[in-house]
């Protein structure tokens, strides 16, 4: 009970990058037609973009396992309480 949620949360984090990543490589490689690049480098491109993407998730879900406060907060982006604490004094 105690990792449960936070393994839910990072397989849903990972399940919502690879429909990402897939979503960006179609949309690399149709971009890419219209430059006129031979087929192997524009499925080239798009692999290494749904790649980066895929390592952006991967990243996302692997910092799940830290607890955030949601209150602190800088320029929209959470901090972790260790980091928020310290700085309240």
Do not use: D, Y
């Amino acid at each position: 009970m105690r990792f449960g949620p936070k393994v839910l949360a990072a397989l849903v984090i990972l399940t919502i990058g690879v429909l990402v990543s897939r979503w960006v490589s179609r949309g690399m490689e149709h971009g890419l037609q219209h430059l006129q690049l031979e087929p192997p480098v524009r499925l080239l491109r798009a692999r290494i973009a749904r790649g980066l993407v895929l390592t952006l998730f991967l990243i996302m879900a692997l910092q799940n396992r830290r607890t955030w406060n949601p209150q602190c907060r800088s320029a929209g982006l959470p901090i972790p309480r260790s980091v928020c604490r310290s700085n309240r004094g």
